[in-house]
């Protein structure tokens, strides 16, 4: 047994946390550490005891006696020499066997990912023999493993616990500063300008972090715009782990942390560092620019947190011709974004009884090899469920049976702990575990529905009672296995309140109650890892807004990406027209009688509309409606406020059950202000006259007032471009892509995609009459417009006019895309804004008269256009992506757009004066003709530019 050297810490002090099991202890900073070799303490428990001295004898007998009266100074002097006998002998034997431990060869090396016994050497700093303190090197601060381990001379390291010992230390976290060189290790000044293609070293001295991981962004300093981030073979930085690497001739005499370690039996310098070899991108022209000053940006991984108080040192890279080419190579070199380290850090990787991964049906949500994942203690899989589907966590434990001391376990690597109230524990019989299951108080859902349309409009596309799900969790020795689904208890009946008030309950996905999500909680037990293992399953309810202000149905449904295909969306004026077709025409759904009665009210509508509108001269009925562009009255204001649509949808079980909840709400709102609009609305028709009853044609309303009303025309017009507005938007739970964010793998977050579109958002139209300003400038070109206005007004129809127009019009228009997920940030946002302007130049004669004799009508047209037209429009793009936040400009020339037109029609119709308004023409002849050509529009965008990152 003497023959075994097991080292441990004689004492743990304060800070310093030491692990019985791996033997291994992990001190607060470098550091002495006081060690000991359990074989040497076990046998300083048997070091013989020496006997006292004769004279100690003597005078304990003779104290002894004198309490008796009586006076003895006799001692057994014979059994006293034998008794220092044996002890001299035990001492020799004692002797002897510490003496033993004066060959003991010594190791403290690095610990990459194992030890390899073979190559375990003696630690030349270090004499033979016994030790009793450690220095821990500055070096290796920062979590990578040292192994200190003893042996005897004619023995073999073994390389394993618990022979040695683990030693780490934590430190303190820094960049000491950043330097470039070529491949040769010589220092690259700051005056030197490097080109494009060159491969450099770019190397970043640390403090406190060897064996930790980090990202190292390069970024082009920029003064008066934001600093570019560089791609790196298309990613956005390097991975590096902190090692310690020789010095090289541009480290000696420069700040920084170094040591001497043995290798190979040999003493060297070494510094705490990171050698990263960079080529220069060409590719970076394109995306940052041709004259660049790259400086590094280092990220802890481990803290999520970029270091910041370390200088900066840039590299000049430029493609002048001035520009040095260092080393670059014959076939184009890349860089590598990622390697992987050989520095442990974490102990347990020594560990053989442990589980390396877990993986939820397939797809890993904890790889203890995952720089990201392996330091977790809690493991969250988060599951969305709808209808009833089973599910498996599985764990890779390596071990069934573990005789580690101090505690010796067999078969209790999962334990289940909690369970929802409406399942149950089924353990199979490769879990030897104690399972103390808690059930949650959770009342069971039941609920039925049907395909109904309830009393308020609510409308579903259920087809089948929602049966309330029972689940069972079966756990084993390496696997949980459970069932996931939602209860619902969302009505579907004729109640519509009720299923509205009950699906509100999951409106606000973000604050969603606990009631609403079932936990299945565990522990995951291993002498490497020890995880708490929770389980929770979320509704896969999704919502969907929509909305739309003066805009087309259709051009809401455009945008709409993530809600489910529901009935089209209608605005109040669709469900009027809903109810004409249900009253007043014939159905193939319906009974002969119901269309019989439709079709006599129909004519009679029919009628009535005839008689009133020949009676009073009334405008056509407008059966379609279409968005408002632009105008000056408010009466316009009133029509916009028709065509507002608004829908909120939710659906579940995967889109298989559909509700719109807030049709019927939104329309009861319009009735309930309706009154006033109509109110206002007879009040702007007042104003315009709209109720003067007419009972004469155009022909004899021609009068002196409408002749100086023709002759006023106004040198400037303005007209506002009515905002038109739209938007969807969805919110959801979703899985989080364990690729992108492996530190949230397995977890879900709120999704939310929103797109709101207004074009316009703002605009106005200014309309100059060229004529008129030009006549106005002279006394003779006046009068003689003048007097062709009065002649077109006395002697031609209404429409006759001879116009020249300059007009301006501009506009605001913005587009915005959010994707958004509570949980792992920003996946995307998008605005778009645009300003454009608008200028042209409208030439117009046109010249109508109507003739009526003998019941005939004539109507003769001719008329010539002409017109130019340019635009100019400037598009702002904001977002945020991987990179961080971005700007882009888009400027546009649409061209210049010239038009023409021409027309000669003649027509003749036959009827009394009262009905040839609505009479087809007898013969019509002539016709028009009109064109358009465009040239020299062109495009021009910039790239993103990083604003923040």
């Known amino acids: 047994m003497e023959k075994q050297v097991h080292i441990i810490p004689k004492k743990v002090e304060a800070g310093q946390k030491y692990d019985p099991k791996l033997n291994s202890l992990v001190l607060k900073k470098a550091e002495s ?14 070091k013989p005891v020496p006997p006292k ?23 057994n002097v014979k059994q006293y020499n034998i008794d220092v006998k044996k002890y001299s002998e035990k001492l020799k034997l004692y002797n002897e066997s510490l003496k033993k431990f004066d060959d003991l060869n010594w190791t403290w090396q690095l610990v990459n990912n194992g030890l390899d016994p073979n190559k375990i050497t003696h630690y030349a700093a270090f004499k033979k023999g016994i030790h009793d303190r450690i220095s821990f090197p500055k070096l290796l601060e920062g979590g990578g493993i040292a192994w200190l381990e003893a042996w005897h001379e004619n023995e073999k390291p073994k390389g394993i616990s618990p022979f040695g010992m683990y030693v780490q230390a934590e430190g303190a976290a820094q960049i000491v500063r950043a330097e470039w060189t070529d491949l040769r290790y010589n220092t690259i000044n700051q005056g030197t300008t490097v080109a494009f293609g060159s491969k450099v070293i770019l190397h970043i001295y640390t403090a406190g972090l060897y064996g930790q991981e980090v990202e190292v962004h390069l970024a082009d300093s920029d003064i008066f715009t934001p600093n570019d981030k560089l791609k790196i073979a298309g990613e956005d930085f390097f991975t590096r782990e902190v090692k310690v690497h020789k010095l090289k001739p541009n480290d000696i005499n420069k700040k920084g942390v170094s040591g001497i370690l043995t290798v190979d ?5 070494y510094a705490q560092k990171i050698e990263i070899e960079v080529v220069l991108d060409n590719a970076w022209i394109k995306t940052a620019g041709a004259n660049l000053q790259i400086y590094a940006v280092v990220k802890s991984i481990k803290t999520g947190i970029f270091f910041k108080e370390f200088s900066r040192s840039c590299i000049h ?29 974490n102990v347990a990787h020594f560990q053989h009884c442990r589980y390396d991964s877990i993986k939820l049906d397939g797809t890993s949500v904890f790889d203890s090899n995952n720089i990201y994942q392996r330091i977790k203690t809690t493991i969250d899989v988060e599951v969305i469920a709808g209808k009833k589907k089973t599910r498996f966590l599985d764990f890779d434990f390596q071990t069934v049976e573990c005789e580690n001391k101090p505690v010796k376990h067999i078969n209790k690597e999962l334990i289940v702990l909690s369970i929802p109230k409406d399942y149950e524990l089924k353990i199979d019989s490769s879990s030897k575990a104690e399972h103390k299951v808690d059930k949650e108080e959770k009342k069971l859902i039941q609920s039925e529905s049907s395909n109904k349309t309830s009393t308020m409009g609510m409308k579903t596309t259920q087809k089948e009672s929602v049966v309330s799900e029972k689940g069972i969790v079966t756990v084993r020795q390496k696997q949980i296995e459970f069932d996931t689904f939602y209860n619902y208890d969302i009505p579907q009946d004729a109640n519509a309140v009720t299923t509205f008030y009950k699906a509100m309950k999951y409106f606000w996905l973000p604050n969603l109650g606990a009631d609403k999500i079932n936990n299945i909680t565990a522990i995951a037990k291993s002498c490497a890892f020890q995880q708490n ?20 149905k259709e051009d809401i449904e455009k945008l709409n990406k993530k809600g489910g295909t529901f009935a089209p969306l209608k605005t109040f004026e669709d469900n009027a027209k809903e109810k004409d077709e249900a009253n007043f025409r014939a159905n193939e759904k319906n009974s002969d009688k119901v269309n019989e009665a439709n079709i006599r009210r129909k004519e009679t509508l029919d009628n009535a509309e005839k008689y009133f509108t020949e009676k009073y001269n009334l405008k056509p009925k407008v059966t379609e409606v279409s968005p408002v562009d632009k105008g000056t009255s408010f009466k316009q204001l009133l029509e916009i406020l028709k065509r507002i649509t608004v829908s909120l949808e939710e659906e579940h079980y995967g889109g298989d059950i559909k509700n719109e909840l807030t049709e019927d709400f939104v329309k009861q709102l319009y009735r309930q202000l309706a009154p006033v609009i109509i109110l206002a609305g007879r009040g702007v028709g007042l104003i315009d006259g709209d109720y003067d009853k007419k009972d004469f044609s155009p ?35 979703e899985q989080i892509d364990a690729k992108q964010y492996p530190t949230l793998a397995g977890r879900q977050g709120l999704g939310v995609d929103v797109i709101l579109k207004a074009a316009p958002l703002l605009g106005v139209s200014i309309k100059w009459d060229i004529f008129e300003l030009l006549c106005r400038r002279h006394p003779i070109a ?16 209404d429409p006759s006019a001879i116009t020249c127009e300059f007009s301006v019009s501009g506009q605001i228009d913005t587009t915005v895309d959010f994707k958004y997920n509570r949980l792992a940030g920003f996946k995307e946002i998008k605005a778009k804004g645009k300003t454009s302007i608008k200028t042209a130049l409208e030439f117009k004669i046109n010249i109508a008269n109507t003739y009526k004799t003998l019941g005939y009508e004539a109507i003769l047209q001719l008329g010539f256009g002409a017109g130019a037209e340019a635009g100019i429009g400037v598009t702002d793009f904001y977002g945020i992506d991987n990179k961080g936040f971005f700007a882009k400009k888009e400027l546009e020339f649409e061209g210049i757009k010239l038009s023409f037109s021409a027309t000669g029609i003649a027509q003749f119709k036959k009827g009394d004066s009262v009905n040839l308004k609505n009479k087809k023409p007898l013969f019509e002849i002539g016709g028009s003709i009109e064109g358009e050509v465009t ?14 990152s």
């Open 33 to 46: 550490f006081n060690i000991t070799i359990k074989e040497i303490e076990d046998l300083k428990k048997q």
């Open 53 to 75: 001295l004769l004279t100690e004898l003597s005078k304990e007998n003779y104290n002894l006696l004198s309490e008796t009266g009586k006076w003895n100074y006799t001692v």
């Open 265 to 269: 039996n040999a003493q060297v310098d």
């Open 317 to 345: 890279v430029s493609d002048e011709k001035k520009s040095i080419t260092l080393d670059q190579e014959p076939i184009p070199a890349t860089n590598m974004p990622l390697i992987v380290g050989d520095v442990e850090t």
């Open 533 to 552: 293992i929770n389980i929770a399953i979320y509704p896969d309810i999704k919502w969907t807004l929509k909305f739309g202000f003066n805009v087309k």
């Open 699 to 733: 022909q004899e309303d021609k009068n002196i007032d409408g002749l100086m009303d023709k002759l006023k025309r106004k040198t400037v017009e303005y007209e506002i471009l009515y905002p038109k507005l739209s938007g969807v938007g969805s919110w959801y739970y």
């Open 782 to 797: 006046y009068a003689v417009l003048k007097a062709v206005d009065a002649l077109l007004y006395l002697l031609a129809d």
């Open 935 to 948: 040239f020299l529009n062109y495009k021009f965008e910039t790239d993103k530019i990083y604003l923040i």
